[in-house]
């Protein structure tokens, strides 16, 4: 079982950049799939990015796709997404996710497919 904790939320103006980290305690980290998700006011949850434990498989959402970079440090139990040139249209809690994997090297793109989440993290981007 693994704990996860966001941070580095915040209020940004558009354009501006932001990291959020998301920090897991427990065991077997660098075996879980990990991604982000976002929930905005009147919308579905939504998939931003995804990581597979060994870093090699990443997904991107279109809408994310070039502004965006997740990465994961799995010497420090953690995982991060730089975001880049936000949007409005970014607005969000944004929650990560996690899913033990010993077999498959690709992530979940879908939110029932992790086990694990955390409390989320307010994004806000001013226009």
């Known amino acids: 079982q693994v704990q996860l904790v966001e941070s580095g939320g915040g209020l940004v103006q558009a354009g501006g950049s932001l990291r959020l980290s998301c920090a897991a305690s427990?065991?077997?980290?660098?075996?879980?799939?990990m991604g982000w998700f976002r929930h905005a006011p009147g919308k579905e949850r939504e998939i931003v990015a995804a990581?597979?434990?060994?870093?090699?498989?990443?997904y991107y959402a279109d809408s994310v796709k070039g502004r965006f970079t997740i990465s994961r440090d799995n010497a420090k139990n953690t995982m991060y997404l730089q975001m880049n040139s936000l949007e409005p249209e970014d607005t969000a809690v944004y929650y990560c996710?996690?899913?033990?994997?010993?077999?498959?090297?690709?992530?979940?793109?879908?939110?029932?497919?992790?086990?694990?989440w955390g409390q989320g993290t307010q994004v806000t981007v001013s226009s």
């Open positions: 990581i597979g434990w060994g870093s090699a498989r990443t």
């Open positions: 996710a996690g899913h033990l994997d010993y077999s498959s090297a690709y992530p979940p793109r879908r939110s029932y497919g992790y086990d694990y």
């Open positions: 427990g065991r077997a980290f660098s075996r879980y799939h």
